[in-house]
């Protein structure tokens, strides 16, 4: 699966105590589809553990038969604490499952020693430690940067750190809201476009007052590839 997340998808530096007291639980589901084609479903939560822990989980399961061909069965978990100064991950963790096989890799952001690393299922070059940054953010954290960022025009930039890579993400918001959703249920909401992708685009929807992202579209070579459209939210204890 071509790093799908909302990895794609997002820090804005700076962000102010407005993170954490922003930041509620919810549990959000999907229609996914591939290339067009619905093929599979999807969960996106966040659950408050204990303060200030939080965790932020995607996972993505294909129709049976389906999924080892088109990479939707994958589940991704972060956690990570809102103490003010934005999202910061704690740990993460990626399973990917399809015929016969079974990969998973665990990410550890070591804030005091400056550094984070991956093991398990990675490649060599990808468990080396990364240096860490202030604002450094997994794939699914940047999902919700986006959502507390995203205003009219304005350019967002993210550092991606996740699976042991180091990405710079940057994201322009459409100027006016667009009618987008599945069948009956339509959001007028606001296109967030990645604009540093190359042939690799990720394109996220977001709603005033809706807590998760409204759809999620990555593009490869200018075909449609995952597209994530959101069917029901709900707020969560």
């Known amino acids: 699966m071509k790093r799908l997340l909302f990895t794609s998808l997002l820090l804005l530096v700076g962000a102010g105590s407005a ?3 922003d930041l509620q639980p919810f549990v959000a589901s999907y229609q996914a589809y591939r290339a067009g084609a619905l093929a599979g479903t999807a969960t996106m ?7 200030p822990l939080w965790r932020i989980d995607l996972d993505l399961q294909g129709d049976r038969g389906l999924a080892g061909l088109v990479g939707l069965d994958v589940a991704q978990s972060t956690v990570f604490d809102a103490l003010g100064d934005g999202y910061r991950p704690l740990s993460q963790s ?4 399809a015929f016969l096989l079974r990969r998973k890799s665990v990410g550890t952001y070591d804030w005091a ?3 984070a690393r991956w093991t398990g299922d990675v490649k060599a070059e990808r468990q080396a430690p990364i240096a860490l940054q202030p ?3 997994s794939g699914l954290l940047i999902n919700l940067a986006i959502l507390r960022d995203a205003e009219p025009g304005k350019s967002l930039r993210y550092r991606f750190v996740d699976g042991g890579r180091v990405r710079i993400h ?3 918001v459409s100027d006016a809201t667009e009618n ?3 069948g009956d249920l339509r959001y007028e909401a606001l296109r967030v476009s990645r604009s540093n992708g190359g042939n690799d685009e990720t394109i996220v929807w977001v709603a005033d007052g809706v807590p998760t992202p409204v ?3 990555q593009r490869q070579d200018g075909e449609d590839g995952i597209d994530l459209r959101l069917i029901r939210y709900q707020g969560a204890k």
Do not use: P, S
């Open 94 to 97: 990626t399973v990917r499952k």
């Open 180 to 182: 987008v959703g599945v």
């Open 170 to 172: 940057e994201y322009l």
């Open 135 to 137: 604002g450094d953010m």
């Open 45 to 51: 939560r966040v659950v408050r553990t204990r303060a």
């Open 215 to 217: 759809r999620i579209l």
């Open 113 to 115: 020693a400056g550094t």
């Open 19 to 21: 993170a954490a007291a």
